[in-house]
DNA sequence: CGATCCTATGTATACGTATTCATCGTTGCA
DNA sequence: TGCAACGATGAATACGTATACATAGGATCG
């Protein structure tokens, strides 16, 4: 290799006088290739290889406007947004884009953080299950950056949003339900003004109300296992146990299956229960979740298609507001016919003859 | 709010026209902020405050030579590496810094991603589980970057490492389990090819070499659930059932657990069972694991601050080598006493009446 | 009271690239 | 052969900020 100095770093002018050529052509070689001649491309691309030349993107972020880079506010616990993370970052890298990340504990600091954000002038910013200010909102949408919610229904209207049906889902799993006889449901939410948490209660009690059955709303406090492990214990001292448990969310539901157990209750025995989300976990042999699966692959590519902000950016027409269904995951936690296979007094779940499907 | 024509962004020097100063002046109130008059300081925030100015971080980047990024390139698959990565951006953030991140599900990928990359002018990388060609890893260090290892011991020695004491930690479970009394052990590891996976088996070997008791290897093909899950299989058909299985990933315990489970046998009634991570779900009742619980918040926090380059960059001196031991933890899976409160032929796990300590 | 130092600010330039405009050689066509 | 059109390249400039240098007051001290 030759030695660049160690100190300066080389350039794309570097290159240039090493291949004689000029600078413009130097930067039209790795912008639009195909308006340089073969021969000058080839002798430009042996200098940069040589000089071990890589091209600034800061310089050129300055210059055309465009960072190709992609900012995500993302709640930093619990298991399903961790999980989105991740098809966040494949989705983008897919289409040549940075993720810049940003997980937050508590929302106080969304606001302060975002401000350091906005100096790197992303192209695009997703946020999810985030609570900013809308004069925030109006601001950071003044600059071109183009928002995103994600599963965050509330903003649909005010900003481009994507999101589960989560109403459409909740139906869905009353439906699977009512189908199997339950009349008396439970819901078990996470947070109660979280505005998913009402959408998806909305669907199961509208849906079961239709069939007949009573709808409970119940509040766990957070969605976490935790909350769900305790909220066990208020369900076991109901006056009359449930025919089901809707919880809200998969890792809700992890807690409220262990909780369940360790007072001698066991799904589906003695209740049923549903989550929703389709985490990883709930395919595990050991909860066996019946519960709606999130396309993520899907959410996250319809959000990093709007935040990339690739479209046509006419500001007059509606935020776009995308809705993707779910699909239902039928697992041992409803499934009826196997509650007369484990012997009463018996919760034991070596019974059940399942293979755990693929965990992906 | 001013109208700042919607099209043209404001910058310092509609600030400075504003405030009626120049300008540097502006510049120095955002970066200095003590070296200018309190009262022109007041002009000049007020002015900005009125035109809602934003400083580019973009164009400070390319004239300081420092983007205040740093990059973490990581596995997408795996409960560990999601938890991990949200600590990487909470000690980020804390430090003033932004993650860039990328997670990949083939090696293949790094290569080709990281110089797309490179162009951002990170100030660190945080390389995680990543195997870079040493010719790349050269070139990169040769631009100023701040390169770390993190959990990859091959890389200790070459680039700066921070990892956790895998030897140490298999030791410490190893002595668990022989302390409860274990002669015959099978380590079940994810990979036989991954240096962690091989420090940890080094580390259990040789403890349970000096207490006169047997460690065979076994290897699960990979660090998942699924993977855990088969190999209960095998391990069910063996002669004589091992004493305890030291399983190297909690991911991979979990999988086993649950394999077993489906045998018809149960942990720690018909084998102990250990894993490796500290994953909060090992906190769960459902699992409620012994692991070596790794301390992520300070494994990140180590290697936010290598990778933030703060410190004196004296490229003599040998690159730093951190290694921080992780913790115990005794859970339901290697208690001995209470295999015999079992009912045998009934693995319940109704009779754990153990709290979950909380999941964080 | 003049020389000196310090503080606050203005002027000018550089960071590395993309892009517009001008230039020059070449080809096509009449 | 002459002129237009075109393709490839060079020269020049702008993107928005940080900073070295210069400068103008004012305070300090002898």
Known sequence: MVRPDRKRPVTSVDVAAAAGVSQATVARCFTTPEV??????????????????????????????????????????????????TYFSRRLTARGRQLLLFSFLDHAEVNETLEAVMQYRLDGLILASA????????????????LVAFNHPDAAG??????????????????????????????????????????????????????????NYMEAGAFTYDAGYRAADTV??????????????????????????????????????????????????????????????????HAVELASGDGSDSSDAPPPSVVVAGTLRRGLTTRKGDAGRARPGSYSRRNCGTEPSAGR
Chains 1, 2 share one sequence.
């Not at 609570?131 to 183009?146: D, F, K, V, W």
């Not at 439906?175 to 109660?192: K, Q």
């Open 36 to 85: 340089v001649a073969p021969d000058t491309r080839l002798k430009i691309e042996a200098a940069a290889d040589r000089l071990g030349y890589v091209p600034n993107a800061i310089a050129r972020s300055l210059k055309s406007q465009r960072t190709n880079i992609v900012g995500a506010v993302v709640p930093a616990l619990g298991e399903y947004w961790q999980n989105v993370v």
């Open 131 to 146: 609570n900013i200010a809308e004069a925030q909102l109006a601001r950071m949408r003044q600059t071109g950056l183009s």
């Open 158 to 215: 005010i900003v481009p949003s994507v999101t589960v049906d989560n109403e459409a889902g909740a139906s869905e799993l009353a439906r699977h339900l009512a189908g199997l006889g339950c009349t008396r449901v439970l819901y078990l939410g996470g947070v109660a003004a979280a505005s998913t948490d009402r959408a998806r209660f909305r669907g199961a009690a509208r849906t079961l109300a239709s069939t007949g059955a009573t709808c």
């Open 236 to 301: 076991v001292n109901l006056d009359r146990l449930p025919d089901a448990i809707m919880v809200g969310s998969d890792e809700v539901a992890f807690g409220m299956l262990d909780g369940l157990r360790r007072r001698g209750l066991t799904a589906p025995a003695d209740v049923l229960v549903t989550g929703f989300d389709g985490l990883p976990q709930a395919s595990w042999a050991g909860y066996d979740l019946t519960t709606l699966v999130q396309p993520a692959d899907q959410l996250a590519e």
